[in-house]
């Protein structure tokens, strides 16, 4: 019996930065960005009503178990069975009470049939465990804010429009609703919504029912979610798109080169839904040339991707339509444009490599704050080469922009409004924009403001202790405590002692609290009751009548610094052998792997001769870049580190120790 663990996946929205609609040509490339807005499925195994699975709803179709998406953000439950008929074909047949979503409906489907054709799947076929056991499967799906026009919520609940009100409403909250054509409609933000909504689905049922399969660290993996992903968001739309947005929800922000569409012309239509044929075409990772067409990039790590809500997206395939009619109809002076569009998309790209390649110098420091500070024509003054590169790339994008709108001209298309283009110039204008464009009205900047509006936002944590266990901020290489030990002997918690009563005194050199009645035993009787740190949880005995251990915890608010680089949590075992600085020192190498820096700084505590409890927990503070790590590198080394008795640290060895069998 496969292990059915409950499994959630999420996949990003997108932004084309740049590329525009060359991206429909396999010639051509395109910058695409995921965003933070995510699409959320959860799948997981339910009894769920009627199993029985000894009927068919038609001939020759036999049910294997019940399958229900529920989705109470859009209120929806499509509710039905996974079938099949013996040749190699499964469907979705809904429950006559069930609500309609063929996005949903046909994602299923084409999963369902994508996962049966599996090798991974055929040697643990989780469809027939689930109908022995007679067991349905809960999908359920979430999408974020971002996804949806707020606009009009604000406004009903007289908000300003901005982006801290759009923060602090309620994650997932149901789409305002629009009447188009006599039909209602989701008021989008045309970030890719659906794309996300079909990858995060097929990853996630590819996720429980083929167990095997770990696309988080097999490549070749995730190219067959991403495979299954794009022939089902062609099948769902039957037709074959570029699949910039089911690429940028698997892989990320990359320099996308669309798959030859010939590789799913049999999967738009119900007769291609056969297993077999469905896990051959997504298996065939040689025919879909992803490790060729799609390279990862990222932006800079002082840039910030502002998007504006404009209530919804373009009418893309009209839009699409009328570009591809005008490339037949002028192939010449289509393929001018088009080359000149991808020539300075690459610029675009290439410019924001040198800078990320210049952070990542631990010889280049860059003033991203002054520079943000200062309008284009004053970046060069604050940053010579820096400057050269920022102006380089924004003419790249402002050659980019005059291309589209030649090309909307020229298809009829209004790729860039005039209206839009006053707003986009007005924007650039503002001190620290680098780039404006639609579609999508995407906006680039670099740097910090410090209005309320601000681009960075101050990010916060909150350090809650009990007891002697130690918090301790890696800060550009030096250590800071986060936290205070509650010892009985720190000032306030010993004058909290004493006012309720207890006595706080010293054996064997070491602070302890116990009651006044019981002090002259506890100084001569190592028996009586007793206790080295001042709040804990438990020890009743020093808890009634009087609270004299409290289990109060202490909380503090900190924020994260630019230079933070990891937090270690360790027990007191670390911290009577070890000071702050020397985890620091111990751990820093070891940034790209937490589990290794925690495993080192124990190791090194046993080593000193702790005769306590020895536990430890590395959180790094995100990605860093390598002028960062290199720089704290050097102040760590500033001295040699030393343990608490003051003898020089060793370097770590290879050696394993067994620490439980001595």
């Not at 289509?334 to 110098?361: K, P, Q, W």
């Not at 790590?629 to 370097?651: F, I, M, V």
Request: proline share 3%; with cysteine.
């Amino acid at each position: 019996m496969a292990n059915l663990r409950p499994t959630c996946v999420s996949a990003p929205g997108k932004v084309l930065l740049v590329g525009g609609y060359v991206v429909l040509d396999e010639q051509y490339s395109g910058l695409v960005l995921s965003s933070t807005a995510r699409f959320y499925s959860q799948v997981e195994t339910k009894i769920l009503g009627d199993v029985d699975a000894t009927s068919a709803f038609s001939s020759g179709w036999g049910r294997l178990f019940p399958l229900v998406v529920e989705s109470k953000q859009f209120d929806q439950l499509i509710d039905g069975w996974i079938e099949e008929n013996g040749d190699g074909r499964f469907r979705f047949q809904l429950r006559e009470n069930s609500h309609r979503n063929s996005y949903i409906e046909e994602t299923v489907l084409c999963a369902v049939n994508g996962i049966a054709g599996l090798l991974a799947f055929k040697s643990n076929d989780t469809f027939q465990q689930l109908k022995a056991i007679k067991t349905g499967v809960q999908v359920t799906l979430r999408g974020d804010n971002d996804f949806y026009s707020q606009v009009q919520r604000l406004q009903d609940a007289k908000l300003p429009l901005r982006r801290a009100n759009l923060k602090a409403l309620e994650a997932f909250l149901p789409p305002t609703m629009e009447e188009r054509d006599g039909k209602q409609v989701a008021l989008k933000t045309g970030m890719g919504s659906s794309a996300a909504l079909v990858t995060s689905l097929v990853a996630a049922l590819v996720a429980f029912f083929v167990p095997a399969m770990n696309f988080d660290e097999v490549q070749q993996d995730l190219e067959v979610v991403h495979n299954l992903a794009q022939l089902s968001h062609c099948y769902v739309q039957r037709k074959i798109g570029s699949g910039f947005d089911v690429s940028a929800a698997c892989f990320g922000s990359q320099r996308y080169t669309r798959f030859p569409a010939s590789i799913l012309n049999a999967f738009t239509s119900e007769d291609a839904m056969i297993s077999e044929e469905i896990a051959h075409c997504i298996t065939n990772c040689a025919l879909w040339n992803t490790s060729s067409r799609v390279k990862p990039v990222r932006l800079p790590s002082s840039f910030h991707l502002l998007m504006g809500d404009v209530s919804s997206g373009s009418a893309t395939v009209s839009m699409v339509r009328q570009v591809l009619k005008w490339q037949k109809e002028q192939p010449e002076e289509a393929t001018r444009v088009m080359d000149e569009i991808h020539y300075h998309n690459l610029e675009v790209e290439r410019g924001f490599a040198e800078i990320c390649e210049l952070e990542a110098s631990h010889n280049t420091f860059i003033d991203w704050e002054a520079m943000a500070a200062q309008g284009r024509e004053q970046w060069s003054a604050v940053d010579a080469r820096i400057g050269a590169i920022l102006l380089r790339l924004s003419e790249a994008f402002s050659r980019f922009r005059d291309l589209m709108r030649e090309m909307g001209t020229s298809a009829g298309v209004p790729i860039e409004p005039p209206e839009q283009t006053a707003i986009l110039d007005a924007t650039l204008a503002i001190p620290g924009v680098l780039l404006a464009g639609v579609p999508g009205a995407d906006t680039a900047r670099f740097g910090d403001e410090e209005d309320s509006e601000s681009l960075t936002d101050e990010v916060s944590f909150y350090t809650v202790n009990v007891g002697d266990c130690r918090a301790v901020m890696c800060r550009g290489g030096r250590g800071v405590a986060l936290t205070s030990d509650h010892k009985p002997d720190r000032p306030d918690e010993q004058q909290r002692i004493e006012r309720a009563g207890g006595f706080v005194g010293k054996i064997a050199g070491i602070s302890r609290v116990y009651s006044a009645a019981g002090a002259g035993l506890a100084m001569e009787r190592e028996t009586s009751t007793y206790l080295a740190v001042s709040r804990a949880f438990g020890d009743r005995s020093l808890k009634t009548p009087t609270p004299l251990v409290s289990c109060e915890p202490e909380v503090k608010r900190m924020s994260v610094q630019n230079d933070d680089l990891f937090l270690v949590l360790a027990c007191d075992g670390v911290w009577d052998v070890l000071s702050e600085q020397d985890a620091v020192d111990i751990a820093l190498p070891h940034f790209h792997d937490a589990k290794a820096a925690a495993g080192a700084i124990v190791k090194a505590a046993y080593k000193k001769g702790s005769v306590d409890n020895l536990t430890a927990t590395v959180i790094q503070f995100g990605w860093k870049s390598d002028g960062q790590l290199q720089q704290a590198l050097k102040t760590s080394r500033a001295s040699t580190p030393k343990g608490r008795n003051g003898a020089a640290l060793e370097a770590e060895d290879e050696e394993e120790i067994d620490m439980f069998n001595l």
